[in-house]
């Protein structure tokens, strides 16, 4: 009985040990280089992937809200940042502001007519980095039925295994600005603003 108790107690030992190791493995993956993380095929996650978008209202508020169900797959080589691909599609029927009313009017043909266009994509056709973790990517929207250029600033965050589930990630925060008259949407310019402000968190797991 003490010999097994030795060997259960061993066991353990060696079993926390591993554990210990694969966090500290785990971590030391970590970077926020984009020069250091693993090159090859991303999908975003959709449940940590997000685009919020503002207005000014009148002039009263700066109007906020979100489109919660968006896929986009990211294919990337550090050695050769600028030869990256992205490619993202929204569903447009996911818009929400945590207000019923105000939702059905948004989607209606007042504004984003989802009924006829139900996804925008973007499609980046350039990519130039800004800095070391900085990057203007450049990229064809489609929204309302209208494809114009946009240019997305993009932030590299982090790369390396989730805590959660131990997959290997890449990060990215960005932004970007377009008028919305361009694409057809043209409601209550300019006392609702032209100007919609897109805020983006974006979390892609190696494919």
Partial sequence: MLKFS????????????LALAGANAAQAQMTTSPAAVLGGTYKLDPSHGKITWSVSHFGFSTYIGQFANVNA??????????????????????LGTLNAALDTHLKSK??????????A???????????????????????????????LHATFM????????????????????????EFGIK????????KVTLTLEAEFKAG
């Fill in 6 to 17: 030795k060997l259960k107690i061993g066991a353990l030992g060696l079993a926390a040990a």
């Fill in 73 to 94: 797959t990211l294919k990337i080589d550090p050695k050769a940042p600028t030869a990256a691909t992205l490619d993202a599609t929204v569903d447009t029927t996911s």
């Fill in 110 to 119: 007042d504004f984003l007519d989802v009924a006829a266009f139900p996804t």
């Fill in 121 to 151: 994509t973007f499609h980046a056709t350039k990519l130039v980095m800004t800095g070391e973790k900085t990057a203007d990517i450049t990229g064809d929207l489609t929204l309302h039925g209208v494809t114009k250029p946009v240019v």
């Fill in 158 to 181: 982090q790369g390396g295994a989730n805590p959660m589930d131990k997959k290997y990630e890449l990060g990215f925060a960005g932004s970007a600005e377009i008028l919305r008259s």
């Fill in 187 to 194: 409601s209550y310019v300019p006392a609702i603003s032209d």
